[in-house]
């Protein structure tokens, strides 16, 4: 048999077929792996860097309650993006601005936020135009101290009552 007839052959043709079907199966496998890793590696460094990035009365519970709270699903904190009311603003003259904002989930987050970032409906803003109170969608990735570095952060109205939902538990676990 030569080598253009088994190329056409039935038998090379189911070969090829099941060889790429692991392969995608591989590559599928690898993104998750991936996405994993990145998720439990981020809050391995918020528990690790938790008394730097919330030192003070801020942390209600002390460190065993945030860690073993509300920590979303299976135990993750959502590392890409953060959902609540503004705690804290350190406008850092010089340095990167950053906000402690605390979740529907009751944790903390601090989020640093790029001269541009900032937006209010359809208008750019100023860390200068936020106050303390606020409720903010931001949204970015994760850092190697726990703190997420905002590519976009949205000053959104506040919620009808306390006990609303500000952020639907869904748009929080999209990893951008």
Do not use: C
Not at 22 to 48: P, T
Not at 108 to 137: M, N
């Amino acid at each position: 048999m030569d080598v253009k007839n088994f190329i056409k052959s039935k038998k090379f043709m189911a070969i090829a077929l099941a060889l790429a079907g692991l392969a995608a199966a591989f590559l599928i496998f690898a993104a998750g792996v991936f996405v994993g890793f990145h998720k439990a590696e981020f809050s391995y460094r918020w528990a690790e860097n938790y008394r730097a990035n919330f030192i003070g009365s801020r942390a209600v519970g002390g460190m065993m309650g945030a860690m073993f709270g509300k920590l979303g699903e299976r135990g993750f904190i959502d590392p890409y993006g953060a959902a609540g009311k503004i705690i804290e603003i350190d406008s850092a003259a010089g340095g990167q601005p950053s906000l402690i904002v605390k979740g529907e989930d009751g944790a903390e987050k601090t989020i640093l936020v790029k001269k541009d970032a900032i937006r209010k409906f359809s208008e750019s803003a100023k860390i200068g135009d936020l106050q303390i109170g606020d409720f903010i969608v931001a949204i970015g990735r994760p850092n190697d101290q726990g703190q997420i570095e905002a590519k976009f952060v949205r000053i959104m109205p506040a919620p009808a009552s306390s006990s609303a939902s500000f952020a639907p538990r869904a748009f929080m676990r999209f990893p951008f």
